[in-house]
């Protein structure tokens, strides 16, 4: 079983770490992931859980974070249980208190500097100093004596206290009084961030309308999204989102759909036309007919990938989790040893070893690469979905960062998938109103492109209601028995096997073969129009440095050909069934290199099982298509391939964020660590290198987003 449980309140990175890892050990607990943005636990379970899980779950939050309410999703309302969320009143009511506490804080601070520096009685300025200490630091230092009391001692509180409480030990009263409130600067400044990239998903909410206008009776009434039903007609006004998924039944507006896709063009809706929920209706009044339920709709979706995109972890996030869990131990000891070996072996004063130790203690912290990991991969993923590409996860978007061979489906990928009938060649003895005749009349009960091209086409009702034994083969074509003789329309592998003497077409294009009984009628020609951009997509990609760009396709030898060399695709395979798709992936993800990635896009309806096997399974405009949803990693909300190359860009710029700051953060510490257990850095070089390389590890992080922006621009 899964449960999800909705934890208000939590803002911590290191605790949310911790607290995933302890759930996931409780037995029985098969799986455990928190979604820190989201602020939500998902726990895995077997059915026969002994115990009470939310009592356990509630007992593990509340031993790392006392303050943060625990409830499973699903409780309270909407907007509680299915985002988490603080509301914005709370965040800057809080934020206000903090502020104010820091405020008076450093005026005390200041105020005993200024005795401290004009020579004072000693005790005057000694009494500021530990009222400012109490007003800045008597929250961590309880943190750090209730988890000491639990048997959790490594942790950021227990670092700040000790090496504070230790520097006053030794007489350095203001080093200590500005240790805590930088600190706490810090710690403030992390939860701007965490709060600013939550509030970025509280913007996105504002895609999905709380009310709609649907038909009752002679009128409308306003209800919520969730109580409109499948079938039920509403009408958006001008200015107004679309709130469900339709079709238009009335009317005919432009559409913005920059939310949803991000392009800025407004696009036409009209009588016929299926639109989306999210998009702004910007002129005219339309009456939509629902075709999806709230929870499916467009807009939801989007939000549903959008949020839990971070519980899917890259590997720098998974190894920066592992690494604190481990590091903070280990400084801790190897502090120890530097106040206690280095005196014992070589001698000197207890009191400068020991300062050394807190100096040391001080720069240790791991907060900058805890923090701002997970902000430049949520970032990244916010970026992207600003452009209309939705990544399901940070690993999947580090997987683009390297990203060496890019396969396409052909038709609905490269080709806009529209197909016409271009010619059609009859056979001695038939003519092309016969051969188009038989061919729509046998498509009649199929959707595919082509079938709904040869149907277009024929202009009249088809007589398939006088058809029997319909069957459609994969890869092939249909069979159906017309007056007891049996029409055969599909492509040359079809007629092969049931041995009709037909005259191969050299034509580019589709070729539709059509027979009766034994008899070859003639052909139709199909052609598929290359989409604009594909060329652009392709060259693009090869710029970034992708190495090989593939195509797949079901097609022809001679249409794959000509659609390769138009596009400039490296190298196709012709003729492929959905089963042979897959092995062809096979094949190219065997022969990549090691390290990097191969993705596989398509138009996500019947390419389900190769958009799985690849690395980064790509759907193209595929949001409609549940198939697409499930199976691919990725989802383009258009149908443009170029949006590809966007979210290469924007999946390198996060990855270039994410090892400026492993490289920044790691090489300042080392260096200001290997300072302080020399005795060349004090407490003021150790609050630089723990808060000031946070905040600027975090403000190089916040950037992503606009990093974002610039590089996607067109």
């Not at 502020?99 to 005026?107: D, E, F, S």
């Not at 994410?658 to 290997?674: E, S, T």
Request: aromatic content about 8%; overall charge negative.
């Amino acid at each position: 079983m899964e449960k999800v449980f909705v934890l208000k309140g939590l803002d911590c990175p290191h605790c949310s770490a911790k607290i995933e890892k302890e759930v996931g050990t409780l037995a029985g607990v098969s799986s455990s992931s928190v979604n820190l943005i989201k602020q939500t636990l998902t726990v895995t379970a077997d059915r026969r859980y002994k115990g009470d899980l939310f009592s356990d779950v509630e007992n593990i939050v509340h031993k790392h974070e006392p303050d943060v309410s625990v409830s499973e999703a699903g409780e309270g309302s909407r907007e509680g249980s299915g985002t988490g969320l603080k509301k914005e009143s709370d965040d800057k009511k809080s934020d206000m208190l903090t502020i104010i506490r820091l405020a008076i804080g450093a005026a005390v601070y200041a105020a005993g500097m200024l005795l401290y520096f004009f020579n004072a009685a000693g005790y005057y300025w000694l009494a500021i100093f530990i009222l400012a200490y109490i007003i800045l630091g008597a929250d961590v230092v309880w943190k750090a004596l209730r988890n000491i009391s639990k048997g959790r001692v490594f942790d950021e509180n227990f670092l700040m206290t000790v090496s504070t409480i230790g520097a006053f030990a030794i007489g350095e009263y203001p080093e200590a009084v500005a240790v805590m409130l930088f600190y706490q600067i810090g710690e403030f400044f992390q939860s701007i961030a965490v709060k600013r990239s939550r509030r970025s998903i509280s913007a996105l909410m504002d895609i999905r309308p709380d009310r709609a206008r649907v038909r009752r009776g002679d009128g409308y009434a306003e209800v919520a999204p969730e109580n409109v039903s499948i079938g039920d007609r509403i009408m958006v006004k001008p200015g107004e989102r679309i709130p469900l998924d339709g079709v238009v039944v009335s009317g005919e507006s432009m559409l913005d759909t920059r939310a949803l896709t991000g392009e800025s063009t407004p696009r036409a809706a009209r009588l016929g036309d299926r639109v989306m929920s999210g998009c702004v209706n910007q002129s005219g009044i339309l009456e939509i007919e629902v075709e999806k339920s709230f929870g499916d709709s467009a807009a939801s979706r989007i939000i549903d990938l959008v949020e839990n995109a971070s519980s899917r972890k890259a590997k720098s996030e998974s190894f920066i989790t592992k690494f604190a869990r481990y590091y903070t131990p280990a400084v801790v000891i190897l502090a120890a040893a530097l106040a206690i070996v280095p005196p014992l072996i070589f001698g000197g004063e207890w009191a400068e070893w020991l300062r050394r130790c807190f100096v040391f203690l001080v720069i240790s912290c791991p907060c900058a690469l805890v923090i701002s990991i997970p902000l430049t991969f949520f970032g990244g993923i916010g970026a992207a979905s600003k452009r209309g590409v939705l990544v399901k996860g940070g690993n999947y978007l580090e997987a683009l960062s390297k990203l060496e061979a890019v396969v396409f489906d052909k038709t609905g990928t490269l080709t806009k998938g529209v197909f016409r009938v271009t010619d059609i060649i009859p056979a001695a003895g038939f003519d092309s109103d016969e051969v188009l005749r038989l061919a729509a009349a046998a498509e009649s009960f199929s959707n595919h492109p082509i079938a709904r091209s040869i149907i277009s086409e024929y202009k009249s009702e088809t007589d398939g209601e006088r058809l029997e034994n319909y069957e459609e083969i994969s890869g092939q074509g249909v069979i159906a028995v017309e007056n007891g003789e049996k029409i055969l329309v599909g492509n040359d592998k079809l007629m092969k096997e049931y041995s009709v003497d037909f005259i191969p077409c050299a034509k580019a294009g589709t070729v539709v073969y059509v027979a009766k009984g034994s008899s070859f009628v003639g052909c139709i020609l199909i052609s598929d129009e290359i989409k604009d951009d594909s060329g652009k997509a392709i060259s693009e990609l090869k710029r970034l440095g992708v190495k090989r760009c593939v195509m797949l396709t079901g097609d022809s030898e001679e249409i794959a050909a000509d659609v390769a060399e138009k596009i400039g695709i490296d190298e196709y395979h012709a003729g492929l069934l959905p089963d042979r798709k897959v092995e062809a992936l096979e094949r190219l993800n065997g022969i990549k290199s090691a390290g990097y990635s191969l993705a596989f896009v398509g138009d996500g309806i019947n390419d389900a099982p190769v958009l799985a096997r690849a690395d980064i399974g790509v759907a193209m405009g595929g949001l409609g298509s549940d198939a697409a949803i499930e199976a691919a990693d990725v989802v383009l909300m258009t149908d443009e391939p170029s949006k590809l190359v966007d979210a290469v860009k924007v999946a390198r710029a996060t990855k270039g964020i994410v090892i400026q700051n492993i490289a920044f953060a790691l090489g300042i510490k080392l260096l200001f660590l290997i300072l302080g257990a020399f005795g060349l850095a004090g407490m003021w070089e150790a609050v630089f290198g723990d808060v000031g390389v946070m905040i600027i590890a975090v403000l190089n992080a916040m950037r992503m987003p606009l990093l974002g922006r610039a590089l996607t621009t067109r």
